[in-house]
C-alpha cells in the first residue's frame, strides 16, 4: 500500500511553455501533498504544501505565480510550471501524507525528470 | 533555522563491508527522523523512521539510531551488496503540527563486487 505516482516520468517542452506535472495517491487519500524540487547531485527543497480544496502553502523564494499548485481531490495534486525557463529545468519529486497513519509518514512519487530547451 | 548534514557526501566500499553513515542536524527540537534511499533518476523510498521518543529502528541489515540530544543519527548497513549503492537521505520532522520534512545533503554509496 501507499504507492504514489507522477506523471508524466519525464518531459522536454520549449521555452515559454507550460507543463503539468500530476501527483496522485493510488491506494490511500491524502488532503496533503508536497511539491518538492531537487537539482543534480543536491538534496531535496520543499516547494509548496497542497491542501485539498484549498489554497498551496509556498515556500519563501517560490514564486506561485511560476509554479500553480492545484489539489481538486483527495487523490490529485498537480503542478504547473508556467512559462517555462532553462533555470526551471530540474527533478520534481511530490509526496503525500497517508490520513491512516498517524506517524504522519509521507510516501513519494517516483518523481519527473523536466528539461526545458 | 535547522540545517541537516551528512557525511561522508560520498562512500565506495567492496562488498561485505559494514558501513556507517552519518546524519547530524543542528536544532534538536524535532518530531521525527528518516532514512531514505533514492536511486539515480528515482523517486524516494523510505527506510526507516525513528520517532524522537526512540533510541532506534533495525529493519533487516539496516539498523537507524537517534542520539536528539547530540543532534546525530547513523543509519548502519550490515553486510553490504552492491544492490545498496544509492543515494542515502536523511530528513527530520520538526514537531507534530508541521509535515515539513528537511533533507539533508545525502550519501551517495557505491559497493562494488
Known amino acids: 500500500g501507499a504507492v504514489v505516482s507522477q506523471h508524466p516520468s519525464w518531459v522536454i517542452c520549449k521555452s515559454g511553455t507550460s507543463v503539468k506535472i500530476e501527483c496522485r495517491s493510488l491506494d490511500f487519500q491524502a488532503t496533503t501533498m508536497f511539491w518538492y524540487r531537487q537539482f543534480p547531485k543536491q538534496s531535496l527543497m520543499l516547494m509548496a504544501t497542497s491542501n485539498e480544496g484549498s489554497k498551496a502553502t509556498y515556500e519563501q523564494g517560490v514564486e506561485k505565480d511560476k509554479f500553480l499548485i492545484n489539489h481538486a481531490s483527495l487523490t490529485l495534486s498537480t503542478l504547473t510550471v508556467t512559462s517555462a525557463h532553462p533555470e526551471d529545468s530540474s527533478f520534481y519529486i511530490c509526496?503525500?501524507?497517508?490520513?491512516?497513519?498517524?506517524?504522519?509518514?509521507?510516501?513519494f512519487g517516483p518523481g519527473t525528470r523536466l528539461t526545458v530547451t | 533555522k535547522q540545517e541537516v548534514t551528512q557525511i561522508p557526501a560520498a562512500l565506495s566500499v567492496p562488498e561485505g563491508e559494514n558501513l556507517v553513515l552519518n546524519c547530524s542536524f543542528t536544532d534538536s527540537a524535532i518530531y521525527n527522523l528518516q532514512w531514505f534511499r533514492q536511486d539515480p533518476g528515482k523517486g524516494l523510498t523510505s527506510l526507516l523512521l525513528?520517532?524522537?521518543?526512540?533510541r532506534e529502528q533495525t529493519s533487516g541489515r539496516l539498523n537507524a539510531s537517534l542520539d536528539k540530544s547530540s543532534g546525530r543519527s547513523t543509519l548502519y548497513i550490515a553486510a553490504s551488496q552492491p544492490g545498496d549503492s544509492a543515494t542515502y537521505l536523511c530528513a527530520v520532522r520538526r514537531s507534530y503540527n508541521t509535515d515539513k520534512l528537511i533533507f539533508g545533503t545525502g550519501t551517495r554509496l557505491q559497493v562494488f563486487p
Open positions: 525513528i520517532q524522537s521518543s526512540q
Open positions: 509526496s503525500a501524507r497517508d490520513l491512516r497513519q498517524e506517524t504522519y509518514e509521507q510516501y
